[in-house]
């Protein structure tokens, strides 16, 4: 079993959908391996079950993760539901990856 997914530079992935569990909540961001001069630029997304995707708004901004290890931001203000968005971008002339995953939300209770 591999755990997290390995991304190409210049690739927008968002994780999944999910309800949200309380009016703020911490997320985190893995990130096990990159290339060098590889980046990851995360945003914690919000919306209603009602709205297009493409109507979802930024919550939170984890910046530009440049190292490996577990990055977090705290998000408040959510609507029904969040997703995760990821950016990966090279500094560098070629092809490039990092391998990351997307962890449990720790909530804040309502």
Do not use: Y
Not at 22 to 33: E, K, L, S
Not at 57 to 74: D, E, I, K, Q, W
């Amino acid at each position: 079993m591999i755990i997290g997914e390995s991304i190409a530079t210049e690739t927008t992935t968002f994780s999944p959908w999910f309800e949200r569990q309380g009016d703020a909540g911490t997320f985190f961001i893995q990130i096990m391996q990159r290339m060098p001069d590889c980046d990851v630029v995360g945003t914690v997304q919000t919306k209603n079950k009602e709205d297009a995707d493409s109507a979802a708004t930024s919550a939170g901004s984890f910046g530009t993760l440049s190292t490996t290890g577990t990055h977090s931001v705290r998000a408040t203000s959510l609507k029904e539901l969040v997703r995760i968005r990821m950016v990966v971008a090279d500094g560098s002339e070629g092809e490039s990856w990092v391998h990351l995953r997307v962890m449990p939300p720790s909530w804040e209770t309502n």
